[in-house]
Nanobody
Framework: QVQLVESGGGLVQAGGSLRLSCAAS????????MGWFRQALGKKREFVGR????????DYADSIEGRFTISRDNVRNILYLQMNSLKPEDTAVYYC??????????????WGQGTQVTVSS
C-alpha cells in the first residue's frame, strides 16, 4: 500500500513557475509508475503526465506542450512536477497517483488528496 501527500501548490502569476511534490509512504514506492493528474472546477479529471518506476520513461499530455517536467527520487520517495510558463488554464487541483505505467493515463491504484494551483492572468 502507498499513501501519497501532495504539496507545493499556491497562487502564481501567468508565466511563472511552481514545483509540486508528492511524498509517498511505504517501502514499495519504487515499484510503481507515478503520474500527475489535474481537475479544474466543473471539469473532468485530466491526465498530465507519468513516469516509469525508475524514471527512464516519461509521457505527457499534449496540452502540456513541453512546459512541465516530471521526476522522481526513489531514495527519498518523492515525486515532482516542475511547472514552467504557467497559464491561467493550468488552474486546477493537482493530484499524484501510483499505478501501472501503461494504464496510468486513465486509471491508478492509489491517489493523493490533491493540491490547488491557481494561475492569475
Amino acid at each position: 500500500q502507498v499513501q501519497l501527500v501532495e504539496s507545493g501548490g499556491g497562487l502564481v502569476q501567468a508565466g511563472g513557475s511552481l514545483r509540486l511534490s508528492c511524498a509517498a509512504s511505504g517501502r514499495t514506492f519504487s515499484s510503481y509508475a507515478m503520474g500527475w493528474f489535474r481537475q479544474a472546477l466543473g471539469k473532468k479529471r485530466e491526465f498530465v503526465g507519468r513516469i516509469s518506476w525508475n524514471g527512464a520513461s516519461t509521457d505527457y499530455a499534449d496540452s502540456i506542450e513541453g512546459r512541465f517536467t516530471i521526476s522522481r527520487d526513489n531514495v527519498r520517495n518523492i515525486l515532482y512536477l516542475q511547472m514552467n510558463s504557467l497559464k491561467p488554464e493550468d488552474t486546477a487541483v493537482y493530484y499524484c497517483a501510483a499505478g501501472d505505467y501503461y494504464r496510468l493515463a486513465t486509471m491508478a491504484d492509489y491517489w493523493g488528496q490533491g493540491t490547488q494551483v491557481t494561475v492569475s492572468s
